[in-house]
C-alpha cells in the first residue's frame, strides 16, 4: 500500500472558535509528546510523524493569525 500524502486528500472547511483551535493544537501538541511508540498499534492506525506536526505547524499559523488580526483591529480601534 502506498503512504498517503495529506494534500492527496480534499479538503473540508470546519467553523471553530479560537477556543476551538486552541484546544485542537493543545491535544495535537500532547498527542505528539505522549502517542504510543511505533508497533504498539496495528499498522493501519499509526500516522505519520509528519502529517501530525503538519497538523501542529497549521493550527499554530491560523492561532497566530488570529491574534494579529486581533491586534490589528485593537490597535485601529485606538487610533
Excluded: C
Amino acid at each position: 500500500m502506498m503512504d498517503e500524502h495529506p494534500s492527496d486528500h480534499p479538503f473540508v472547511n470546519i467553523n471553530f472558535n479560537v477556543a476551538d483551535v486552541r484546544l485542537l493544537h493543545n491535544a495535537v501538541s500532547f498527542y505528539l509528546t505522549d502517542r504510543p511508540v511505533s508497533g504498539a498499534r496495528p499498522a493501519h492506525q499509526q500516522e505519520p510523524t509528519r502529517h501530525v506536526e503538519a497538523m501542529k505547524r497549521t493550527l499554530n499559523t491560523v492561532l497566530m493569525e488570529w491574534q494579529y488580526r486581533k491586534q490589528t483591529a485593537e490597535d485601529i480601534n485606538n487610533s
